[in-house]
């Protein structure tokens, strides 16, 4: 069974920046769409971008467009997603999640992390 866990969470000003990233354990991702979904308080979850398993094919989501960057590393299991120019409006839970031999996530992934928490504040 695969478990995804994200890392790196946390506490930025406004205009700042942060890197997440999500390791996956018990198997691999190589041949899975990864991304990441975000939910804020009171908010629907949205999905905020995800990469092919060839990379080929990267959807981010307009509100983050040219602010935010995923990479992923297949030979270690990761995916991270850097977030720069980061503003209130990106706080939420941040979820990493991995759709097998699909090229982009769906909106219900077969498997999900745990989130970790961005918080965006002065």
Known sequence: QVQLVESGGGL??????????CVASGGTFSRAAVGWFRQAPGKERELVTSISWGGET????????????????????TVSLQMNSLKPEDTAV????????LSRLTSAPFYWGRGTQVTVSS
């Open 12 to 21: 930025v000003q406004p205009g700042g920046s942060l890197r997440i990233s």
């Open 94 to 101: 941040y979820y990493c999640a991995a759709d097998p031999g």
């Open 58 to 77: 990267i959807y981010y989501a307009d509100s983050v467009k040219g602010r935010f960057t995923i990479f992923r590393d297949d030979a270690v299991n």
